[in-house]
Each structure stands twice: as C-alpha cells, then as structure tokens.
C-alpha cells in the first residue's frame, strides 16, 4: 500500500499563490499515477489535475488551466501543485491520491489511496 501526506496549505489573499506537496511513502512511487482533488464545504470532491508515472500525461480541471501546474519528482517520491491566481473559490481542502491504473483517471474511484488532505483558504 501507499500512504500519502499532503502539506503546504494555507491562508492566501486573492491572486497569491500557494504550492502543496504530497509525499508518498514506499519504493514504488514511480508506478503509479497521481492526482489533485478537493472538497469545499458541502460539496462533492472534484478533480483537479492528474499526472501520469512518468509525467507524459497530465490534466487539468478547466477551471484551473493557466493557473495550476502539477509536477512530480521520482527521485523524491513527491508530487507538487503550483498554484498561481489564486481565487476565493479555490478555498477547499485538497487532497493527493495514488492509482495503480494504466493512465491518469479524472474520477475520484479511479484512486486506491489518499492523503489526509490540506486546507487552502483563499480571501477576497
């Protein structure tokens, strides 16, 4: 199995920028694909990005494109989300999760495990 602990949230003005890290544990990080989710208060957990073993493949949430780069180090067994222009809908608490899937899945059920999740809290 893989755990998975998330850090770099915070409180941020709007147009700040933020970078979270996810830190996986075990020697196999490199096979699996690795994704950003996020939860606001009452609401469903949405995609964010999503970043494939060896980083060929990557999406993002239209809403975030322009803004948000995902990127993950091996070597270090992390993956990262820049976050850039920030905006108060940004605020929620995100999440970095593992599949064992050939390809990056934009659904929550395509993912094995998940971090515990960061807060991200974005003022007006």
């Known amino acids: 199995q893989v755990q998975l602990v998330e850090s770099g949230g915070g409180l941020v003005q709007a147009g700040g920028s933020l970078r979270l890290s996810c830190a996986a544990s075990?020697?196999?990080?490199?096979?699996?694909?690795m994704g950003w989710f996020r939860q606001a208060p009452g609401k469903e957990r949405d995609f964010v990005a999503a970043i494939s073993w060896i980083g060929s493949r990557i999406y993002y949430q239209d809403s975030v494109k322009g803004r948000f780069t995902i990127s993950r180090d091996n070597a270090k067994n992390t993956v990262y989300l820049q976050m850039n222009t920030l905006k108060p809908d940004d605020t929620a608490v995100y999440y970095c999760?593992?599949?064992?899937?050939?390809?990056?899945?934009?659904?929550?059920?395509?993912?094995?495990?998940w971090g515990q999740g960061t807060q991200v809290t974005v003022s007006s």
């Open positions: 999760a593992a599949s064992p899937s050939i390809s990056p899945s934009m659904t929550k059920d395509g993912y094995d495990y």
């Open positions: 075990g020697r196999t990080f490199s096979r699996y694909n």
